[in-house]
Each structure stands twice: as C-alpha cells, then as structure tokens.
C-alpha cells in the first residue's frame, strides 16, 4: 500500500489545502508541507525495505483495473525509481517553502496544483503499466498549466499556452506509439503491461517508428534540441514554485522515460538510432550553452543551462554502457538540486527588486552578501566543479561517452568549458560592479535554512556518491544486460 500511499497522499493533500484556505491563509502551505511529510515517510520506509544495494524491484503492486482491455493499476519501485521518488519529494518541500511570501492570492488552488502536479510525477516514476503512464504523464501536465497561467508574470498566457501545446503533442505521440506497441507485437492478447511488452519481438521496421514516437515525446519534456523552445517561456513566466518543480522534476520524466522505456522496450532500434541521439546530446550542450551567454534575463539564462545540462543525460543514456547510464542518473539528481537552487535564488531576486534583467542589478554583493555567497556557490556547482554532485555525473556521462564515440564526446566536451563562462557572467553582471540598488533585504532564516539544506544535498553528493549509485545499479545492469557493454560497469 505504500506505492499507492504515495500517489494518494498528495491528491488527497491538494484537495484539502484547496479547501482550507478560508480557515486561513496559510493553513493551505502547513496542508502542503502536511502531505510532503507524510510522503517523506513513505519513502523512507522504502528506503529502510530497499537496503543500501538493492536488487530487482523492491516493491510491487499489481491490481486489475480495465481486465478487457489488458490494463492494469501496476505500480513499482525500483533504485533507480527510489532515488527519484526522493529528488522529487524533497523538491516539493522546497517548492512549497520558496512560494510562501511569493504568493498571496488563492494560496489554496495554488497548493492544489502544486501537490496534483507531484503526484502525476510520482505516478510516472511508479507506473509499470504504460497506460497508466500515459495517464499519470497527462495528470501531471495540467496542474503545471495552471500554476504557470494563474501565477506566472507578465507573459504568462503565451508561456503557458507554448508549453501545454508543446507537451500535449509530446503526449499525442506517445499514446500513438503506446497503442502501436501493444497492437502491431505478436501474440492474440492485449496488455499494456511493462513486463509483457518487454519481449514484444516486434519486427523491425515497426521497432524504428515506435521507438520514434517514444523518443520524441520523451525528448520534448526532457528537453533537447530542436524540441526546446517551450522551456525558456515556461520558466521566465512561471512563479518560483512552478519554476522549481518544473526544472527539478518534471524535466526528468523525459529521462527516466528514455532509461524506462526506450531502452529496454526497443534495444535494437534504439542501438541504431544512438549515434543521432549522441549527436542530438552534443548538440543541445554547446547551443543552449551559447544561448545562455546571450541572455539578459536571468531566469532565461538558467533555462537555457538546464538545455544543455540535459543534454548531458541524454549523451549518457545513448552511450549504451554503464558508465554512461549511472552519469545519467547523477546527472539528473545533482541537476535537479542545482537547477532548483538557482530559480529559487532567481526568483527571490526578482522579488525584491521587480524585475529580471541582470542590466539592472549589478553589485548586489554587497547589499545581499547572503544571496551573493549562495549564488557563487550554485553557479560554480553548475559549471561543474570537483566534489560536488553536478561534476561527478558529468565526469561519467563523458568516460561512458568516450568509449562508444571519440568525437561527439570531445563536442560535448566543449560544454565544460562553456559553462564557466555563463554561469560565472552571470555572477559578474548580478552581484559585481557598482551598486545600481540603494538598499535591498538579504536571505532571511527560513531561505538560508532552505538553501543550506540544498548546498548539503549537493555536496553529499559530490563527496558520497557510491550511495546513490550502489541504489540505482541493480536497475542500470538490469537496462545494460539488453546490449554489449563497452568497458567496465560500476
């Protein structure tokens, strides 16, 4: 029941903080905060029955829901769906947390659409049944729409409107290619069960497109070039809530998808189709990371460094080996703490000072020294430094890269030498120079208190990072044992 539990929690939690607000106005946030810590629990409960290496599926849950038509309520949780089980948890806490003075007006349908939106996400992380995915993938979409319509910024209606049409078309090719999958494989039963499809022997030709239609859906929510342009308009209008879970979390549905589905479900065409996807990875590294530079917005900029940070992930899901698997993963974790830290530190910015343009903000060093110090320490996170997590998945997504394609690697490569030089213009142009802002309210206690729980997160797993990857290798090996592995799995 904990499987279920957790879904629950959080649909049971938004209606509730909906209803609550005329009690009072923040009994709504203490409702969040409520159902995040009954998640919390959940979760841990499932760490404690995974052990610190866990093998196979720690916990499974399998009831008929539509028997005529082979779906099932199948959820479960594996290392690799644990870890982001917590990474998204943990950032709901942080989300609720940085909107608590940000939003003043309907608290409690804001609450409900943060906590329906989380729990479309831990639906998709659970779901081994891919019409329930599909359900879970489309519950998650809409609450998202309407934190970014209801509370974003000035161009709201055009960012939410981009990325509802960008994701619904992602959705209308993956039910096409969902529905492909379970009609065009042999046999005369129908099931969307994972574990049924996955000896589909599908023939070849029906392989490619499908696996076609997957990639692509997941792709656009990942995001990686062509399929990004939704991302920096969601961001740059989104409320610092929104903008949390949407680069810490829901991004990663598009990865977990690739590593869930797309590799195991078609290992052969996605063997054939990886030197384009590696391509396609280089790619969204080196040009969001130009488009970064070029920003003037600072929560434009940041998007465009989750482009080509995710790009990243998707160079080491196609490198089809383990070192390059297990840097996705960290990637993605270490990512979604970084990504998460820098919106919530952009948004307190904007905040205070009304506006997002870094023209307009230059020596804020030493009126928010605060802000300043946790700043430096995100972007440098971000440009990769050594002992911190964002370095050690991109170290591995390179060694696992670099066995399988010389010179896409040495690309990608390039990256690392682009991100010094965007994340560290945006400190010189933010918190250096002459003051343009007379006075101005530095970080109180509750935001440092979040930010250093978010700097503890990260350099855990910069200086410890066996422990994420010793939960998440039975399910890497698991994925691995589908191909030839090139050089030695971790």
Request: glycine residues 10%; aromatic residues 14%.
């Amino acid at each position: 029941m904990i499987l279920s539990g957790l879904i629950a929690v959080l649909l049971l939690g938004g209606l509730l903080a909906w209803f609550s607000e005329p009690w009072h106005k923040d009994a709504p946030r203490f409702v969040s905060l409520a159902a995040l810590t009954a998640d919390a629990c959940l979760v841990t409960c499932l760490f404690a029955e995974s052990g610190p290496a866990p093998s196979g599926w720690i916990q499974q849950l399998d009831w008929a829901w539509i028997p005529r038509f082979g779906i099932g309520f199948h959820l479960g949780v594996d290392g690799l769906s644990l870890l982001l089980l917590a990474l998204s948890v943990f950032l709901g806490f942080m989300a609720v947390v940085c909107s608590w003075t940000e939003i003043q007006q309907r608290t409690g349908f804001f609450h409900f659409n943060l906590l329906w939106t989380l729990a479309g996400v831990l639906g998709v992380f659970l779901a081994l049944d891919l019409f329930l995915f599909f359900f879970f993938w489309e519950v998650m979409l809409i609450p998202m729409y309407f934190l970014i319509v209801l509370w974003g910024h000035e161009n709201r209606a055009y960012a939410a409107m981009k990325f509802f049409i960008f994701t619904q078309v992602g959705g209308l090719m993956l039910l096409i290619a969902i529905l492909g999958l379970v009609f065009l494989r042999p046999g005369g039963s129908v099931s969307f069960d994972y574990f049924d499809l996955l000896d589909s022997h599908l023939k070849p030709e029906a392989e490619r497109w499908i696996m076609l239609g997957f990639f692509i859906a997941f792709v656009v929510k990942l995001p990686c070039v062509p399929f990004h342009t939704w991302l920096p308009d969601a961001h740059t209008q989104a409320p610092t809530g929104g903008s949390v879970l949407l680069a810490g979390v829901l991004l990663k549905t598009g990865a977990y998808g690739l590593l869930r589905f797309v590799l195991p479900l078609f290992p052969h065409a996605a063997h054939e189709f990886a030197p384009v996807a590696m391509v396609l990875g280089a790619a969204s590294i080196l040009y969001a990371a130009k488009l970064a530079f070029a920003q003037t917005d600072i929560k434009r900029l940041i998007a465009y460094t989750s482009v080509s940070h995710m790009g990243f992930v998707l160079l080491g899901v196609f490198a089809f080996n383990a070192w390059g698997l297990q840097g996705a993963v960290m990637t993605m974790l270490a990512h979604g703490v970084s990504s998460s830290a820098l919106f919530i530190i952009a948004g307190a910015l904007q905040e205070r000072l009304h506006l997002r343009e870094m023209a307009g903000m230059g020596g804020l060093w030493v009126r928010v020294p605060r802000i300043g110090a946790i700043a430096l320490f995100f972007a440098v996170a971000a440009l990769g430094l050594p002992g911190l997590g964002n370095f050690i998945g991109e170290f591995l997504v390179l060694l696992g890269a670099f066995q399988v394609n010389v010179a896409v690697t040495a690309l990608a490569a390039l990256g690392l030498v682009a991100a010094p030089v965007y994340a560290l213009n945006l400190v010189q142009k933010v918190f250096f120079g002459a003051p343009q802002i007379p006075a101005l309210r530095d970080f109180g206690r509750r935001e440092i208190l979040m930010m250093l729980v978010l700097v503890a997160a990260l350099v855990g797993m910069g200086l410890y990072p066996q422990a994420l990857l010793a939960l998440s290798n039975a399910a890497i090996d698991g994925l691995a044992q589908a191909w030839p592995i090139k050089g030695s799995p971790l």
